[in-house]
């Protein structure tokens, strides 16, 4: 009720608050130049990148036809016995996803109190680490698999250590911001209770960031499922390397088949996981 009577007098004085407070309803002409500017650079690059990377859509149109020809080619889907080798992979592809997860977040779990701002308040400290995180993360997964090929030779171990170095870039920021957005109240009372630093992060900041994380986490598993499909198109281990294979020779209904598998499986991995996610914050699924 107060809150709109407040704002009934706020609407009936408008003229007074304008001329009180000119400066919170005009716009400088250098913020509209500025905004200008973005907008038009944002025009500008659209456009360049159209002519730049040849956008046409009278190719896309002209070669919808391939497209159903290839749909046509797919159906129906087939593995024409090799189910038990693809199902092999793709427990392959699963494991690497979860392995390199795992890793990840172990890894990235110390790493992003001291990228944290309210735990390392030393600037000298933290921002070599989050710029450390940021070069990490910067490098696509798939590039990390072709390295890691190089170091430990074809293989899913490969895949693994590929999935845990992007990943714990983007779970070392992600843990970080997790660990300033929380409430400080909880840290203020341990510490009011005599409490030392570590009771603090302890019992004042990890139960609240915890489920995040956990959250986070369960996320990125679900994810790195279909990366790991990918990274095994360069040896990474998985199905990958069937796809590959069957592509090049145009074996498409077992191409289909195996899209099919993987399909069920992220759906499958993505009901867990959903479930997980949501009894963690205290949520009953519906």
């Known amino acids: 009720m107060a809150d709109t009577t407040l704002r009934e007098r706020a609407l009936g004085d408008m003229a007074g608050l304008k001329s009180r407070h000119p400066e919170l309803f005009t716009t400088s002409t250098v913020q509209r130049f500025k905004f200008g500017a973005l907008i038009a650079a944002f025009v500008a690059f659209t456009g360049f990148a ?126 970080s911001e997790a660990i300033e957005a929380t409430d400080r109240r909880g840290a203020e009372g341990v510490q009011a209770s005599g409490g030392s630093r570590l009771h603090q992060v302890r019992f004042g900041l990890l139960p609240q960031v915890l489920p995040v994380m956990a959250s986070q986490v369960l996320y990125f598993f679900e994810s790195n499922t279909r990366s790991a499909t990918i990274i095994g198109i360069v040896g990474a281990g998985g199905v990958g390397i069937y796809l590959t294979e069957l592509i090049r020779v145009l ?14 499986t992220v759906a499958i991995i993505d009901w867990i996981s959903t479930r997980l996610r949501l009894a963690l914050i205290g949520r009953e699924a519906r």
């Open 251 to 264: 074996e498409l209904k077992q191409v289909a088949f195996l899209i099919l598998m993987i399909l069920v």
């Open 50 to 175: 159209f002519v730049a990377l040849d956008f046409s859509l009278a190719r896309i149109f002209g070669g919808l036809h391939r497209l159903g020809e290839f749909a046509i080619l797919m159906l129906p889907p087939n593995p024409e016995g090799r189910f038990t080798a693809f199902f092999d992979a793709l427990v392959e592809t699963v494991a690497i996803a979860f392995l390199g997860t795992l890793v990840a977040a172990i890894l990235a779990f110390p790493v992003a109190f001291l990228a944290a701002k309210n735990v390392i308040p030393n600037i000298f400290v933290r921002f070599p680490v989050r710029r450390g995180l940021d070069v990490v993360r910067s490098v696509d997964t798939l590039i990390w698999a072709l390295m890691w090929i190089n170091v430990v030779g074809l293989g899913p171990f490969a895949g693994v250590l590929a999935i845990a170095c992007s990943d714990f870039g983007g779970l070392g920021k992600l843990f």
